[in-house]
Nanobody
Framework: QVQLVESGGGLMPAGGSLRLTCAFS????????LAWFRQTPGKEREFVAY???????NVADVVKGRFTIARDNARNTGYLQMISLLPEDTAVYYC?????????????????WGQGTQVTVSS
């Protein structure tokens, strides 16, 4: 059984920064790929980034250079560091986990999800 809990969202002005945290509980944290997705009303859930068990990463072009994904295996925790926030970054951000063999950017591939944390960026 895997459980994920996101935290760290909030309201920021454009240009600000936030760090989102994904707390993982369950077995074999280091064997899982961790991913971040975001979603706004009426839109498809959008891939943001993933990080593999060996720390290789993939970051979506729309946030590349501004967002960084990381994990701390000793703490069973994932992170999404966001800088230079833009109003279009406003969304609910979700943490997801999948077996480390999965490198998908498609949300349907992931079976384990947190409940999300709201990020709102004002213009």
């Amino acid at each position: 059984q895997v459980q994920l809990v996101e935290s760290g969202g909030g309201l920021m002005p454009a240009g600000g920064s936030l760090r989102l945290t994904c707390a993982f509980s369950g077995r074999s944290f280091t064997s899982y790929t961790l991913a971040w997705f975001r979603q706004t009303p009426g839109k498809e859930r959008e891939f943001v980034a993933y990080i593999l068990s060996d720390l290789m990463t993939n970051v979506a072009d729309v946030v590349k250079g501004r967002f960084t994904i990381a994990r701390d295996n000793a703490r069973n925790t994932g992170y999404l560091q966001m800088i230079s926030l833009l109003p279009e970054d406003t969304a609910v951000y979700y943490c997801a986990a999948a077996p480390s063999s999965i490198t998908s950017t498609r949300p349907g591939t992931y079976e384990n999800w947190g409940q999300g944390t709201q990020v709102t960026v004002s213009s």
